[in-house]
């Protein structure tokens, strides 16, 4: 934004800003939805019925596992990226209740600023399968207080039958596929995370 090239954009915890009104998400995406709503004359449940028939829906969840002990928390992390980044992980097939998944590519995200070229490394540890779905897994906060363990899955659905479930149910196998992979239990001994959104 600061480059003047970008004027709208989004984060994780759905809120969108704009170059004009910084750090004001919320009321900027109050005012788009009052004009969509005034401009479609339909529910907000309407609308968005609408556009999962049109255009399929993606389900998203993200799990925090707060104040981990740092040893434990970094080892899962590194045992981790040495199993996705291992050649013979894509193509693996992991399976829980009725879904299967098969590994399409696995990296330590980095990103490279368009404007100034930098590159933002460890961005998280992804493991992306063939149908889309995504897991990624971010450490935070390894200080001698406890660490954060982030664990973000999302997957795109185009079935309408689907689209009305929830999506704690709907993401359950991917889930539960993270955690085996991770052995992120196992390590940490934490069978719950601390807050699911």
């Known amino acids: 934004m ?27 995406a109050c005012l788009a939805w009052l004009s969509i709503l005034a401009a479609r004359k339909m529910t907000v449940e309407e ?36 199993a996705i980044l291992d050649p013979s992980f894509a193509g693996c097939l992991f399976s829980h209740a009725n879904k299967t998944y098969k590994v399409a590519k696995a990296d330590n995200f980095e990103y490279t600023d368009p ?30 207080s406890g660490a954060t363990i982030r664990l973000y899955i ?6 309408e039958a689907m689209h ?3 999506a704690q149910d709907v993401l359950k196998p991917l889930v539960e596929i993270a955690l085996k992979i991770s052995q992120l239990r196992e390590l940490t001994g934490r069978q719950e995370p601390t807050v699911i959104t």
């Not at 480059?3 to 900027?28: M, N, P, Q, V, Y």
């Not at 993606?58 to 596992?65: A, P, V």
């Open 2 to 28: 600061d480059a003047g090239r970008l004027s709208l954009c989004g984060e994780e915890s759905f809120g969108t800003g704009s170059d004009h009104i910084r750090e004001k998400d919320g009321l900027w």
């Open 47 to 82: 609308i968005l019925k609408d556009h999962w028939l049109m255009f399929g829906r993606n389900f998203f969840t993200r799990y925090d596992y707060e104040n981990v002990d740092s040893a434990p928390a970094n080892q899962m992390m590194n045992n981790l990226e040495k």
């Open 115 to 144: 404007i100034d070229g930098s590159i933002s490394k460890k961005q998280g540890l992804r493991i992306i399968f063939e149908d889309g779905s995504r897991v990624v897994f971010r450490l935070s906060g390894t200080g001698s």
């Open 154 to 159: 999302d997957s795109y659905e185009a079935e």
């Open 164 to 166: 009305s479930l929830n």
